[in-house]
């Protein structure tokens, strides 16, 4: 008896995970739809959205418009719901995000901000995250955690950032950063972040590999809804892959790496945006060095799409400036491709701007919408 009632309480709350995740998805809706889309009777639709609305997780906006009978209610997830911060660090600079329930970006800011190991650097950093919810207007009561996004290899099991050689840093425990912040915090690799944030909002929940072009490269498998971390959470580490055996040297100390040819820093040491702006005016030097730069990331991508059999993405400072410049990426691939494929699974991200920083926050609304 005891394990036909636990159960039913796990049944309720998977609908009421499913129909507050559908609310959030979709906006406006009312319990109609819900019924329909979720293939719930009406009343059991009806009584879910009844108990968020008592938790202030949804509110009624009003009604729908008349389909020929009785309006429905229109229902939204509350503004005053909860919101997530996301926190990307990087050798020269920090990004946040605000985001809500929904998953839409309320505030976003990138500052300048080079790392230095120690209590300082975090003190101001979190100085700088209150500072950019207070001039949002946001009161703490609202945070319902934050996410933070680090180049380099996290440990989920020890709960430590294990290595980051961008940084500097080993063995860093999650406590010593997050007993700086006063919410809740989360830590995950950078190109996990960015990965997250492409795949989570997607409709198309399909396989596929990010890879991030930034001051360094960095990969991430997504699958399923979430991220594959490997036995040692080193999954999709594309930046140290061999594309040139005994080639240049790459920051981690080896040679040839996919990092020492592909970083955005190969391609300019200033604005990326202004290295596609002199590509597209037809500055041969420019040119010269976006021909080489393509020809070493289109033997990555092929060779990720030959042994996953996915898309390839391409975020990063980069793969978000790139344009229509991504073409000659896919022509040089589909070149090297043994099933003649023509490169169309190379794609360019979604979300051009702080995608490690908004994946970061996500995954703190994810853990929140799981246990609705």
């Not at 990087?90 to 809500?100: A, G, R």
């Not at 120690?118 to 001039?135: A, H, I, P, W």
């Not at 896919?330 to 979300?351: L, P, Q, Y």
Request: aromatic fraction near 8%.
């Amino acid at each position: 008896m005891e394990k036909k009632k636990n159960t039913n309480m796990e049944v309720k709350k998977k609908n009421r995970n499913d129909v507050f995740r559908y609310i959030c998805k979709n906006g406006m809706v009312s319990n109609p739809d819900i019924s329909y889309a979720l293939k719930l009777s009406l009343p059991t639709a009806t009584q879910i959205t009844k108990e968020l609305i008592e938790r202030g997780l949804v509110e009624e906006m009003g009604e729908m418009e008349s389909t020929g009978g009785r309006r429905a209610k229109a229902l939204a997830v509350s503004a005053n719901a909860g919101k997530a911060v996301g926190l990307d660090i990087t050798k020269n600079h920090i990004s946040l995000v605000l985001t809500d329930l929904t998953g839409s970006i309320l505030k976003y800011e990138r500052i300048f901000l080079p790392y230095a190991a120690g209590d300082s650097y975090y003190k101001e950093v979190n100085e700088k995250t209150e500072r950019f919810l207070q001039d949002g207007g946001y009161g703490r009561e609202s945070i319902l955690g934050m996410g933070i996004s680090f180049p380099g290899i996290i440990d989920l099991d020890k709960e430590l950032v294990a290595d980051s050689h961008v940084l500097g840093v080993s063995a860093l425990p999650f406590s010593e950063v997050s007993r700086f912040f006063s919410y809740p915090c989360h830590i995950l690799n950078d190109a996990n972040a960015g990965a997250y944030a492409e795949g989570i909002q997607s409709e198309n929940r399909n396989r596929f590999f990010y890879l991030s072009l930034s001051n360094t490269v960095g990969g991430a498998v997504y699958s399923n809804g979430g991220l594959e971390h490997g036995g040692n959470f080193r999954c999709g580490e594309a930046g140290h892959m061999t594309v040139v055996p005994g080639g240049k040297a790459c920051y981690c100390g080896k040679n040839g790496c996919l990092d020492a040819y592909c970083a955005a820093k190969c391609l300019t040491e200033g604005r990326v945006e202004d290295f596609f702006e002199r590509l597209r005016q037809g500055e041969q030097e420019a040119a010269e060095l976006w021909d080489e730069y393509t020809s070493y990331l289109a033997i990555a991508a092929n060779n990720i799409h030959m042994l996953l059999d996915c898309e390839v993405v391409l975020g990063g400072y980069v793969g978000s400036c790139m344009g229509e410049s991504i073409r000659d990426i896919r022509e040089k691939a589909a070149k090297r491709n043994t099933f003649a494929e023509d490169g169309s699974f190379i794609r360019s991200c979604s979300h051009k701007t702080g995608a490690a920083a908004l994946g970061a926050s996500l995954k703190v609304i994810e853990l929140f919408v799981e246990q609705v």
